[in-house]
């Protein structure tokens, strides 16, 4: 069974930038739907971005779009965030999400996930 394994995360200051990887575990994942999801403190889970199984098709949601890109290597059965200007906003656990098909315009159906990886943003 694919296990999905966040890393990439720590502290920075705003306006840094910071890559999420998201790296398959005991299977490759090239053929799953891959999400973003984040908590921030205190808040709901939220989602952030996702990206076909080809890497064909990718969404950012509005709050992060500009800013975050979503993008795979099947070759390395990866899945990578990169996070640009980031905010303090921004400060949340990261978790990466797999689905085996569907819209990635849709956050329903993510059923396998990772453990999360902690983004910090200071003022």
């Known amino acids: 069974q694919v296990q999905p394994v966040e890393s990439g995360g720590g502290l920075v200051q705003a306006g840094g930038s910071l890559r999420l990887s998201c790296a398959a575990s005991g299977r490759t994942f090239s053929s799953y739907l891959v999400g973003w999801f984040r908590q921030p403190p205190g808040k709901k889970r939220e989602f952030v971005a996702s990206i076909s199984w080809n890497g064909a098709n990718a969404y950012v949601t509005d709050s992060v779009k500009g800013r975050f890109s979503i993008s795979r290597d099947d070759a390395k059965s990866t899945v990578y965030l990169q996070m640009n200007s980031l905010k303090p906003e921004d400060t949340a656990v990261y978790y990466c999400?797999?689905?085996?098909?569907?819209?990635?315009?849709?956050?329903?159906?993510?059923?396998?996930w990772g453990q999360g990886t902690q983004v910090t943003v200071s003022s």
């Open positions: 999400t797999l689905k085996r098909d569907g819209s990635i315009y849709s956050i329903s159906g993510y059923d396998v």
